[in-house]
């Protein structure tokens, strides 16, 4: 059966959208923020589309360039707040359409009419997608160099970034302090920068944990750390 992520926070509104969408032989999927629905991108479950309730996600911009990247079907975006200005940001970050949301104006029917036009034009352009490295709450885009905890976006450093791609990258296996020093600072890294590294690391360890709760990168004394979910 086809479906449709829906990013929308109000539950009984998503309920009687499911149930329009349901008549028409399509299940709805709720996500209830942009996170969520980029982990689901992330994993390959498939959809016709992605709508937005641009109230439900006020700060939908801010990952949405990331949710482009990896998503090849067209994103639509309901705007109950709709100006001129939001429109052309909300394009320019890969939104396929930003539309006024009008209870009388959104039907299925209606839905379905634009992915005909933005499916097509999509299909055309989609190339192979470029990969995202997930783990527990953490988002971090390597082409955009931009990492997110939860729905929010944290300022890493270019070293705290390096530590942290590599870190995920080996998913869940212990990386040694050589390992992160010849892949983050190069082959002309001195001994006195595995000091640097340790404090690259702590840092970052505060980042990520006043973003989260969880505790993402351990330490394995004397020998390295680990991305642990």
Not at 43 to 57: H, M, P, Q
Not at 81 to 88: I, L, P
Not at 192 to 203: A, E, G, I, S
Not at 217 to 227: P, S
């Amino acid at each position: 059966m086809n479906s449709v992520l829906a990013i929308e926070k109000n539950v009984e509104s998503f309920e009687h959208e499911a149930a329009e969408w349901a008549k028409h032989g399509v299940a709805a999927v709720r996500a209830e923020t942009m996170h969520e629905a980029i982990l689901r991108l992330a994993r390959g479950e498939e959809y016709l589309f992605v709508g937005i309730i641009e109230d439900d996600s006020p700060d939908f911009t801010s990952q949405l360039r990331t949710m482009r990247d990896i998503a090849g079907v067209p994103i639509f975006i309901m705007a109950p707040s709709y100006t001129a200005e939001k429109r052309v940001k909300a394009i320019n970050c890969g939104a396929d359409s930003y539309d006024p949301l009008c209870a009388s104006e959104y039907s299925v029917p209606a839905a379905l009419e634009m992915l005909k036009i933005h499916g097509g034009r999509r299909a055309q352009k989609q190339n192979k997608a470029p990969q995202i490295l997930t783990g527990g709450d953490v988002i971090l885009s390597p082409q955009r160099r931009s990492v997110h905890v939860k729905n929010k976006e944290i300022n890493l450093t270019r070293k705290e970034f390096g530590v942290l791609q590599c870190l995920m990258s080996n998913g869940g296996n212990v990386v040694s302090h050589t390992q992160l020093l010849h892949k983050v600072w190069g082959d002309n890294h001195g001994e006195n920068d595995v000091d640097v590294l340790w404090r690259t690391v702590d840092r970052l360890r505060g980042k990520l944990a006043k973003a989260s709760d969880a505790d993402y990168i351990k330490i394995k004394r004397g020998v390295g750390y680990v991305f642990n979910v």
